[in-house]
């Protein structure tokens, strides 16, 4: 997909608003060319965020031990 400025936006605020379940390490880690080159993988921003949370889950697991 192809993200605009608008897109970019709208990602970063959903990433602030899941900062404690997803969004934290698109919030810290980054840059909205970052976010644009991520997002041209996917077809959709729902498979974008879907994956994010998958990674989400799969760090939070690994910190358990």
Known sequence: MIADKEMVAQVKQMAEDNYDSWGQYVVECYTDEEIVKDLADFNTLEEWVDIRIAVA????ERESY
């Open 57 to 60: 889950e799969v760090i939070e």
